[in-house]
């Protein structure tokens, strides 16, 4: 069974979310399995996107740091 190309409405479904309910059980069994198997290609960002995903991940990991040296500290002055 070959995939069709994708339509506008394919691509509008992919980039706003879920397809409508009535979509989804308008498939046969066998067309909703094929459609849940395949795989999306990776979304690609601008350079903006990345740097801020970068600078978020920075972010967590540093409040992440000071979380446990918060704890560590207060467990260190508990036993004191």
Known sequence: ???PEFT?????????GEPDDDL????????LVVEM???L??????A?????????????LLVSAAV???FV???ARASH
Do not use: C, K
């Open 68 to 70: 446990v040296f918060v």
């Open 8 to 16: 506008p409405e394919h691509l509008r479904h992919l980039y706003e």
């Open 48 to 60: 903006a996107v990345l740097t801020g995903f970068w600078a978020l991940r920075l972010f967590v």
């Open 24 to 31: 989804i059980e308008g498939l046969e069994p066998d067309q």
């Open 73 to 75: 500290n207060g467990l």
């Open 37 to 39: 198997d395949r795989h």
């Open 1 to 3: 069974m070959a995939h």
């Open 41 to 46: 290609p990776r979304r690609h960002f601008s």
